[in-house]
């Protein structure tokens, strides 16, 4: 039985700002017939979903434009974004819009649809864009929010008593990394988990 599009909004209505799955933080939704945006002060970027018969399509904006640069950036970031697509299993990039700007998009089957493979898949495009920022070399612009929800992510994982081969397979079986990749990716985010709880910023 498909998961209905009124289920899936009641899921992301009613949460609460101490909430570490992204499901489960306060969501603003503004609908209309074919998008329901949702964005949350939490998160670095609005979150679109559009609904069909039996699929949910999940995908950020990064804000990059690639319709006003020069033809040797632009050709370099179709590169980079094509060898990502080729690496990653469920999230793929796209350009969309007259300036061509780059989206990461997740297909869900909503047969069955759980609470958990929403976040999950929510989760999977937060992680694609950050792999994406580090492969295009553009930290600097976004470094703050996309770190900050990355080490929020792996934190929530430990806390959930998930070891680092669980979390090493979310980033291989869920994100489709190479294990080469995800093991560099991990190692970056653990220390960088362990920093920030040492620190106090997360509780």
Do not use: C
């Not at 489960?24 to 939704?29: A, H, Q, R, V």
């Not at 997740?106 to 493979?117: F, I, P, T, W």
Request: zero cysteines.
């Amino acid at each position: 039985m498909a998961t209905s599009r009124k289920e899936i909004l009641s899921w992301v209505a009613n949460g609460n700002e101490d909430a570490s799955n992204l499901v489960d933080l306060p969501w603003k939704i503004t609908e209309t017939d074919n998008v329901v945006i949702l964005q949350n002060d939490q998160v670095p970027f609005s979150i679109f979903l559009t609904f069909g018969d039996s699929i949910m399509r999940m995908h950020l904006r990064s804000g990059i434009e690639t319709a006003v640069l020069e033809n040797q950036p632009r050709l370099s970031i179709y590169r980079t974004l094509l060898l990502l697509n080729r690496q990653l299993d469920l999230v793929k990039f796209m350009l969309e819009g007259m300036n061509e700007e780059v989206v990461a998009r997740v297909d869900l089957e909503l047969v069955n649809l759980s609470k958990e493979e929403f976040n999950d898949g929510m989760n999977t495009l937060l992680s694609s864009i950050y792999l994406m920022v580090r492969a295009l070399k553009l930290e600097d612009q976004f470094r703050e929010g996309i770190t900050q929800r990355m080490i929020m992510m792996v934190q929530d994982m430990i806390r959930q008593g998930k070891t680092r081969k669980d979390i090493l397979a979310f980033l291989t079986d869920r994100i489709g990394l190479p294990k080469d990749q995800a093991e560099q990716v991990l190692k970056e985010m653990i220390g960088k988990a362990e920093d920030s709880a040492a620190g106090g910023l997360y509780g």
